[in-house]
């Protein structure tokens, strides 16, 4: 897994517990980096996830709602620090439509040793998409706050139901989005 992500993970725990609490995380965890993670390294995703278990029980959550708070977190970021890759998407949809094709391809480029899950997308009708995530990663939770960043990026609203989904080349979700309407008061 990319530096970048666990620079951006440490940066979100700094906003939300403060640096010295991250610095006692990162010395009472056992990570074979040591915990100095460069954004152009390279570490593996078990130190990732060892991370969101130990920093989660710092900020009084739970794993799975960390990942959700990262996944929104870093889709945030990446809209400032790779703003290139939303240039002509007018929708939510288009964006989501647009990661497998196309951004993840120019991640790949970037970053040739990037560990991408794959996505397979298609509309159920112009208000509802259908997005089926598979990664040897357990990233379900971040892959969903992305998702939900996206939505609110492109000043939507939606309800996004999951189900899990399990398969020889990985696990993931199928995530179903549905645009809601928004009532103007
Ligand atoms: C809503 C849009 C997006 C979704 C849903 C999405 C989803 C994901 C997920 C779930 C992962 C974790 C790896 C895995 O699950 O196996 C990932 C990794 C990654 N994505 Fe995306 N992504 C999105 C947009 C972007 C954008 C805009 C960038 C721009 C830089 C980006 C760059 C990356 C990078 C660098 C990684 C890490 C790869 C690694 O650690 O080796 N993604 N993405």
Redesign the pocket.
């Known amino acids: 897994?990319?530096g970048?992500?666990f620079v951006e993970l440490l940066s979100l725990a700094d906003s939300l517990i403060g640096e010295d609490a991250v610095d006692d995380v990162l010395n009472s965890t056992k990570l074979a980096s040591g915990g100095a993670f460069s954004a152009v390294g390279n570490y593996p995703c078990r130190e990732l996830m060892a991370l969101l278990d130990a920093l989660s029980h710092h900020a009084g959550t739970t794993p799975e709602n960390l990942q959700t708070n990262f996944g929104k977190w870093i889709?945030r970021r990446?809209a400032e620090t790779?703003s290139t890759?939303m240039e002509g998407k007018t929708t939510a949809f288009q964006?989501?439509d647009s990661?497998e094709g196309e951004?993840?391809v120019e991640?790949r480029k970037l970053?040739p040793?990037?560990?991408?899950?794959t996505f397979a997308t298609r509309y159920l009708s112009a208000q509802s998409f259908e997005m089926v995530?598979l990664?040897?990663?357990p990233?379900v939770d971040?892959?969903q706050g992305?998702?939900e960043a996206?939505i609110e990026h492109f000043g939507e609203t939606a309800f996004i139901s999951r189900t899990p989904l399990s398969t020889a080349e990985g696990s993931g979700a199928t995530f179903t989005i549905r645009l809601t309407t928004r009532l103007v008061a």
């Open positions: 897994m990319k970048v992500v889709f990446f790779h890759f964006m989501l990661i951004v993840h991640v970053y040793d990037a560990e991408l899950p995530y990664s040897e990663r990233l971040f892959c992305m998702i996206c």
